[in-house]
C-alpha cells in the first residue's frame, strides 16, 4: 500500500498503544515518520520495533514551551509536515471530591493546552494540502462515573477539531478527530483492571462484545490522512463497537 507514499508525519504518544500502532501503518503506507514519547524505556522498545528511520523526540505533551521544540525538530528533519496525529495524552480517573487543582491541571495540560499550542507550533510547516487528526474520546459524549476530568478534556478536544477545521480549512488543512471506546492497550492494566475485569466490562456494556484493536483506530486514522478523505472535515469517527449507542 502507498497512500502516504512521500508524506511526512508526526505521531504525538508513538511510542505504545494506538500511536505506536498508527506509526507501523503510516510507514507501511509509505510515509516518513515522527513520534513523540515521554518514557525513554519506551522510546527504545519502540525505536527497536520501528526502526532508526523514524525520527523519535522525546517531549511531555503536557510541556508548552516543549511544542515549539518539537516544531523547530521537525522542521529541521523534514522541512515541512503533511499529517499531524494528536495521539498523546493522560487519562486519570476518580470521584469529583478527589481531584485536587494539581491533577486537574495536569489532565488539562496534556490532553487539551499541549495540543493546541502543539497546532499552533506546527502552522508554519504544515502544507497545503494537510490533515490533523486529534484522538479524543467516547467520553466526550457518555456520562461514565469517574471520568469527569478525563471526559472533560477529550470534549474540548473535539470541540477544538471543530473549531480548527473552520479556521485552518483556508490554508488546506484538514482538521478531524476519531473517538476511540475501550481499546486494549496498556492503559487498563495501568488503571488496575484484570483480563476478567476487561472482559466483564466488554460483555455488559460493548454491543460488539469486545474491546477494539489499535488497528481498528490506526486504520481510521491512515483514512482521515490520507487523499481518500478531501472532503472529509470536522467530522468524528467513533470506533467504540456500539458502546456510545447504549
Do not use: C
Not at 185 to 214: E, V
Request: aromatic share 6%; glycine share 10%.
Amino acid at each position: 500500500m502507498s497512500r502516504l507514499q512521500n508524506k511526512t508525519a508526526l505521531i504525538t504518544g508513538g511510542t505504545s498503544g494506538i500511536g505506536l500502532e498508527t506509526a507501523r501503518q503510516f510507514i507501511a503506507e509509505g510515509a516518513r515518520v515522527a513520534v513523540t514519547g515521554t518514557n525513554p524505556a519506551n522510546i527504545e522498545t519502540a525505536r527497536a520495533e520501528l526502526g532508526d528511520k523514524v525520527l523519535f523526540i522525546q517531549s511531555n505533551a503536557g510541556d508548552i514551551a516543549g511544542q515549539k521544540d518539537v516544531a523547530e525538530t521537525v522542521k529541521a528533519a523534514f522541512g515541512h509536515l503533511d499529517i499531524l496525529f494528536v495521539n498523546a495524552g493522560i487519562a486519570e480517573f476518580g470521584p469529583v471530591e478527589q481531584w485536587s487543582e494539581e491533577a486537574f491541571d495536569r489532565s488539562v495540560a496534556i490532553n487539551v493546552k499541549g495540543p493546541f499550542f502543539l497546532v499552533q507550533a506546527l502552522l508554519p510547516i504544515l502544507a497545503n494540502p494537510a490533515s490533523i487528526v486529534l484522538n479524543t474520546s467516547i467520553n466526550a459524549h457518555i456520562g461514565m462515573p469517574n471520568t469527569s476530568i478525563y471526559a472533560l478534556t477529550k470534549g474540548a478536544l473535539l470541540t477544538l477539531a471543530k473549531t480548527l477545521s473552520g479556521e485552518l480549512i483556508g490554508r488546506g488543512i484538514r482538521v478531524n478527530a476519531v473517538s476511540p471506546g475501550p481499546i486494549t492497550t496498556p492503559l487498563y492494566g495501568k488503571l488496575g483492571m484484570s483480563d476478567a475485569d476487561t472482559k466483564a466490562m466488554a460483555a455488559a456494556k460493548i454491543p460488539a462484545g469486545r474491546f477494539g484493536h489499535p488497528s481498528e483506530v490506526a486504520k481510521a486514522v491512515v483514512f482521515l490522512a490520507s487523499g481518500e478523505s478531501p472532503y472529509t472535515v470536522g467530522s468524528e469517527l467513533v470506533i467504540d463497537g456500539g458502546m456510545s449507542n447504549l
